[in-house]
């Protein structure tokens, strides 16, 4: 991949990609919530503080959570599936993972909410984002859950091994839709392989997602954007590799909820291609390419929508 630097400085000449103020601070009332109660970062000092954490985390990595200031937006506390999340944690001694945790965002909100520090664990590719959590939260010193720095795609990666058989829940947020379709096999494997063996094995999440699914090429690689009925396939065949079944709900989100559209002037979403019968064939055997990809690619920065997830295994 080209350096860093030059990347990070291309993409922050898109407003799609990077946004150079965060949204008002009325439109992230629970990050800041989470920042004055939980890390006590008095109220007139937040939004300084975060631009820095911000600014920091885009020099490690453009990734479009980081220009678009989606690691504040505490999505997860709307899921349907969260009251579940926090009994099983609390009164169920049960263990969450949250892969790709960025700054572990989301597990500094359970843990506010009630749920034991000790059965909250992060992964990530980048230990910077994981030092810099700390940071933003101001909690090094007392923060209970633990993190894991690794690369859920190598094989002989000890830190990622050493997750096998301990969690019984996995949040996945902004993480899908990062690789192409024969990574996304890959990775989901390595979490089946993160579920104890009794388990009532559940993952939860929210990603890009689009009505017609496909695959596209960015620098740094292939990815495959999602619908409902894609994911469904895609845990089928994730099955299929793994000797296990799943239930997938999955819900798209057109309606221009989510943070990185709290900026939208209303003109998101013009101007989109139409498809032919031979990207829709091609889209049926899982290729993607074609309009198809760049439809994907167009509503995934364009009109932000999301896909949310609840996938839970099959006992029995």
Known sequence: MADINAVAEQRSQDPHIYRADPPPAPKLRKAWQLLEQ?????????????????????????????????????????????????????????????????FGQALRQLSHDGAPQQSLVGSDLRKEFIDLGYELFRDRDTFKGRFVAGNMLDPDDASVKGLDGTVDMIHAASFFHLFGWDDQVKVGQRMVRFFKGEARAMIVGRQAGTHEAGGFAREEGKRYIHSQQSMRRLWDEIGNRTGTKWVVEAELNDSLNDIDDLHNDGREGEGEGKETGEDKEREGRGEGGGRAAERGEHEERKRGMTIRFCIRKVIG
């Open 38 to 102: 939980y890390s006590h970062v008095p109220a007139s000092e937040i939004e300084g503080h975060v631009r820095d954490v911000r600014d920091r985390a885009w020099a490690v990595f453009p990734y479009n959570c980081i220009g678009r200031w989606r690691f504040l937006d505490l999505y997860i506390t709307t899921l349907p599936q969260y009251p579940e999340l926090l009994r099983r944690l609390t009164h169920e001694n049960e263990t969450l993972l949250d892969v790709g945790c960025c």
